[in-house]
T-cell receptor, first 115, second 113 residues
Framework: AQSVTQPDIHITVSEGASLELRCNYS??????LFWYVQSPGQGLQLLLK??????LVQGIKGFEAEFKRSQSSFNLRKPSVHWSDAAEYFC?????????????FGSGTRLQVQP | KAGVTQTPRYLIKTRGQQVTLSCSPI?????VSWYQQTPGQGLQFLFE???????NKGNFPGRFSGRQFSNSRSEMNVSTLELGDSALYLC????????????FGPGTRLTVL
């Protein structure tokens, strides 16, 4: 069955340090992949998306993600984290396990930024 | 363009009552999806409407229903509320059918007492 795994529930980094959030998916074909960010009490903001082509995609707020088909991964990166990046991050694929057009989300990674 | 708007933002109900949540998609978007977010189950798909027709439905009981109007605005209704229905309900709109991109609203926080 299709699934999205975010192995890290909680990550703490120092401000200015680099960041990598992991995401693995299980899907029969190359899915549409997304990263969303959610600040406390807010909705989800789209950071970036991958559909095809260049496997390194750039997003908003200085984030980027790399699609690796061989590893079924779509990890999110940022070279230098800012305190305002503290939030919860969700990886998602654009289809549910039955193939319907419905986002399937990972369980999320909560990012804490230390001064 | 204005983003997805949801009303109300916060709602408190008691068990057994029913509730209606509203969502206005981004102008020009014809698809509206609803998701439930809880600490235990995470983000789960409820249903999707496109051009006033329900196109997809998640694995939720029949107490959860929705509809979409000709202006693409959507409403979600939950009848006979249970404590477990307490959640953040998120609406998402999209038009890029081939790429599945969805843009989310701020959500409605429903508390069932």
């Amino acid at each position: 069955a299709q699934s999205v795994t975010q192995p890290d529930i909680h990550i703490t980094v120092s401000e200015g340090a680099s960041l990598e959030l992991r995401c693995n998916y299980s899907y029969g074909a190359t899915p549409y992949l997304f990263w969303y960010v959610q600040s406390p009490g807010q909705g989800l903001q789209l950071l970036l998306k991958y559909f095809s082509g260049d496997t390194l995609v750039q997003g908003i707020k200085g984030f980027e993600a790399e699609f690796k088909r061989s590893q079924s991964s779509f990890n999110l990166r940022k070279p230098s984290v800012h305190w305002s990046d503290a939030a919860e991050y969700f990886c998602a694929v654009g289809r549910d396990p039955t193939g319907r057009r419905a986002l399937t989300f990972g369980s999320g990674t909560r990012l804490q930024v230390q001064p | 363009k204005a983003g997805v708007t949801q009303t109300p933002r916060y709602l408190i109900k008691t068990r057994g009552q029913q509730v209606t949540l509203s969502c206005s998609p981004i102008s020009g978007h014809r698809s509206v999806s609803w998701y439930q977010q809880t600490p235990g189950q995470g983000l789960q798909f409820l249903f999707e409407y496109f051009s006033e027709t329900q196109r997809n439905k998640g694995n939720f009981p029949g107490r959860f229903s929705g509809r979409q109007f000709s202006n693409s605005r959507s409403e979600m209704n939950v009848s006979t509320l249970e404590l477990g229905d307490s959640a953040l309900y998120l609406c998402a709109s999209g038009w890029e059918e081939s790429t599945d991109t969805q843009y989310f609203g701020p959500g409605t926080r429903l508390t069932v007492l």
